[in-house]
């Protein structure tokens, strides 16, 4: 099976622009999270997608937003960029269930995002 | 709110030898998951093992065991046989039951394994 796979794995961007980033999933896989890796705030939950609704939000403005598709691709966009958001933007997915494996993320290779 | 403490920044290890990595956690549920995920430099994410609260025994994956203190909100984790690929970033996670895809990390231990 495929493993989680993000796209583009490194963008550069200036201050006031926009950014996509788009994530696939593991097949069958129906949960689509999102987190942003800094070295001063550390792993932080973004949010949750699970059947194109999100589920759950973390504590970030609301330049941050995000979809679910109907084939559980993911993508993730920032409107108006500023400095801090340079990072590392980790997707996760899974089965979303309960029993066996439940709450088990896998994790795609991210996308390193720098704002200049 | 939950939180998780790793309160060693940096640890090393001699190839073979044994390491164990802390984890703390506050939460006033009962019924919750607990992870570590590792990560080398590559950044790549990595599911070491998990546990379920209500399951007094202590998971094992390998040469990755975990020591759950259920009472003590502790989780640690004890790698065996060290090898040189476990060179990494080693994270404590948390979830609840209820919020089945909201994992909440520690700030995270690097582990340097030495030959």
């Known amino acids: 099976k495929a493993g989680v796979t993000q796209t583009p794995r490194y963008l550069i961007k200036t201050r006031g622009q926009q950014v996509t980033l788009s994530c696939s999933p593991i097949s069958g896989h129906r949960s689509v999270s999102w987190y942003q890796q800094t070295p001063g705030q550390g792993l932080q939950f973004l949010f949750e997608y699970f059947s194109e609704t999100q589920r759950n939000k973390g504590n970030f403005p609301g330049r941050f937003s995000g979809r679910q598709f109907s084939n559980s691709r993911s993508e993730m966009n920032v409107s108006t960029l500023e400095l801090g958001d340079s990072a590392l933007y980790l997707c996760a997915s899974s089965l979303a269930g309960r029993g066996a494996g439940a709450g088990e993320q896998y994790f795609g290779p991210g996308t390193r995002l720098t704002v200049t | 709110a939950q939180t998780v403490t790793q309160s060693q920044p940096e640890m090393s290890v001699q190839e073979a030898e044994t390491v164990t990595l802390s984890c703390t956690y506050d939460?006033?549920?009962?019924?919750?998951?607990l992870f570590w995920y590792k990560q080398p430099p590559s950044r790549q994410m990595i599911l070491v093992i998990r546990q379920e609260a209500y399951k007094q025994q202590n998971a094992t994956e390998n040469r990755f065991s975990v020591n759950f203190q259920k009472a003590a909100k502790s989780f640690s984790l004890k790698i065996s046989d060290s090898q040189l690929g476990d060179t990494a970033m080693y994270f404590c996670?948390?979830?609840?039951?209820?919020?089945?895809?909201?994992?909440?990390f520690g700030t995270g231990t690097r582990l340097q394994v030495f030959p």
């Open positions: 939460t006033s549920e009962n019924n919750y998951y």
């Open positions: 996670a948390f979830m609840t039951i209820y919020n089945t895809d909201k994992l909440i």
